[in-house]
């Protein structure tokens, strides 16, 4: 593909390079791994020493005239952008598809005569869809997905091979469900009496809104009642428990091990990073972000950033960490003092 014919379709950026329009590009690679005929990209100055030895044929670059001018020196094709990361990925979206199955209900398939299926959808191997179940047009169902009674799953929406939908389970329009993932399984409710645990039956629904994408081998589970909600265009990596009840709001992101007790509510625009623990029926602000391994236990202010376990605030979490790291030296202090001390006459 020529450079020009890939600029165009990105549809944006300032090009140059004397030889950049008839270029001829392969592929794309990350900016140390790039080789002659592919596409990188640099996200901001903290990267821009790689421009001096990468092999790639062309980059997209942040509007850095200092930038800019350091591709020129190395004679290397570009393209400008305000937001070059986000070109790239649609760089890689023109030059790599998923694997997606043919439009065809597979032979070995177990699809019951009162499920609903759409015009165009693909139905691999050894899948199992049971009554009442109503899936969209254009949807892809990879092999050995189990869909239990009465799911409704929205057009264009992938489900990847192995996964399980339970039942009381809403799947919207444009929705990844990776390899592994459970929905809808039964949240963790159990009653104690006087002869032990008595089971809850869990007989709420799990919704997924338009856009949202669940991680492999991460579970939603449903509540005993009302509903546990993905908000639209959320993203959740692998490994990941949403507990029974949960509400978590619109472009949200969490990040791998991430695991929310019954009843947490996110707002809209929330993240999450690794290993991050919610308590039972915490409240995270819109726009509230929680650094990797934070244990939260108490409400957090919309747009608030925390860190550490229990959770405190990002800047007094980072002050208290210098502080740990001087432990030793302080604790030493503290005996020379005491020493003195104890030496000095009443």
Not at 34 to 45: D, M, N, R
Not at 127 to 138: L, M, P, S, T
Not at 162 to 172: A, F, L, S, V
């Amino acid at each position: 593909m020529k450079f020009s014919v890939l600029i165009e379709k990105l549809g944006e950026g300032e090009i140059g390079g004397e030889l950049a329009p008839d270029l001829e590009i392969r592929g794309v690679a990350g900016i140390d791994e790039a080789t002659p005929g592919t596409v990188s990209y640099i996200e901001g100055k903290k990267f821009a020493d790689r421009l001096e030895t990468t092999q790639a044929s062309a980059l997209i670059l942040p509007n850095d005239e200092s930038i800019i001018a350091r591709a020129k020196e190395r004679g290397i094709a570009w393209i400008a952008s305000e937001e070059p990361r986000l070109l790239f990925a649609q760089a890689i979206a023109i030059f790599y598809q998923p694997f997606r199955l043919s439009p065809q209900i597979h032979p070995s398939a177990i699809v019951h005569p009162e499920a609903e299926i759409g015009e165009n959808v693909a139905i691999g191997a050894h899948v199992a869809i049971e009554a009442g179940v109503k899936i969209g047009n254009r949807v892809c169902i990879h092999p050995n997905v189990v869909i239990y009674p009465e799911v409704e799953i929205g057009e264009n929406s992938v489900l990847h091979g192995n996964c399980t939908i339970q039942e009381r389970t809403r799947i919207g329009a444009n929705c990844v469900i990776h390899s592994g993932v459970v929905i809808g399984g039964e949240g963790f409710g159990f009653v104690p009496s006087a002869t032990g645990w008595v089971k809850m039956e869990q007989s709420g629904y799990v919704v997924l809104e338009d856009g949202v994408e669940i991680g492999g081998n991460s579970t939603i589970d449903r509540p005993a009642v009302g509903e546990t909600r993905i908000g639209e265009n959320t993203k959740i990596d692998n490994l990941v428990q949403v507990g029974h009840g949960c509400k978590i709001g619109k472009n949200c992101a969490l990040a791998a091990q991430v695991a929310l007790a019954g009843g947490v509510i996110l707002g809209d625009n929330v993240i999450l990073a690794g290993q991050v623990g919610v308590a039972n029926q915490v409240k995270i602000g819109s726009g509230a972000i929680a650094s990797a391994k934070s244990g939260i236990h108490r409400d957090v202010a919309p747009g608030a950033i925390v860190s550490g376990y229990p959770a405190i605030p990002n800047k007094l979490w980072l002050k208290t960490v210098a502080i740990y790291n001087r432990l030793p030296e302080i604790y030493r202090s503290l005996k020379q003092l005491q020493a003195l001390f104890s030496k000095t006459p009443d």
